[in-house]
């Protein structure tokens, strides 16, 4: 499958996060239920809201035209001129250290927007939050918390590093951001 968010190189990778969060706001600003955009695009409210939710896996391009055309949205590809850091890809890159299976920046992003960890990657997640420099961390929840209800990530993250025993290293940074 043709994958628009990840079209060249040299532009920026769209998240399928920042998609669903765009679609989220212009579904809201149109006044408009989940339902009914999902019905007009030939989606079911289900994947909507997944999708919205940043926790859809994957989406093609005729079915994000589709919702788009319903909500008045374009979807435009343009060079990058300057890049900006990509906390995501620099929190996975400690996360996954000297493990032999590998944490993918889907699931890294899907753990943080739910707060559920994946048993196999508990390590990783454990040498994120131990191990990553604080900028890197606090980037992330701000990076990531983009996408998601205020404070949703701010509060996973929190569960997250109890559930693992980082609490306390989390709790420093964690409270400034």
């Known amino acids: 499958m043709f994958n628009i968010f990840n079209l060249l190189r040299r532009c920026a990778a769209l998240r399928l996060q920042e998609l669903g969060h765009a679609i989220r706001r212009a579904r809201l600003a149109h006044g408009r239920t989940q339902a009914d955009v999902a019905r007009a695009a030939g989606i079911s409210r289900t994947t909507m809201n997944q999708l919205e939710n940043g926790l859809f896996p994957d989406i093609g391009v005729r079915k994000a035209q589709a919702i788009l055309d319903q909500l008045g949205l374009e979807l435009h590809v343009r060079p990058v001129y300057r890049r900006r850091a990509d906390y995501v890809l620099m929190a996975r890159t400690v996360a996954n250290g000297s493990f032999r299976g ?15 960890i994946a048993p196999r990657h508990r390590p990783h997640l454990r040498a994120l939050l ?18 998601a209800q205020p404070g949703r990530v701010v509060e996973n993250v929190r569960r997250v590093s109890e559930a693992l025993g980082t609490e306390r290293r989390t709790r420093t940074w964690l409270k400034d951001t």
Do not use: D, Q
Request: net charge positive; aromatic share 4%; glycine share 10%.
């Open 102 to 116: 590998k944490l993918s920046e889907a699931e890294l992003m899907r753990m943080l927007l739910t707060g559920k």
């Open 130 to 147: 131990a191990e990553a420099p604080v900028a890197v961390l606090k980037g992330l929840v701000h990076e990531v918390g983009r996408w």
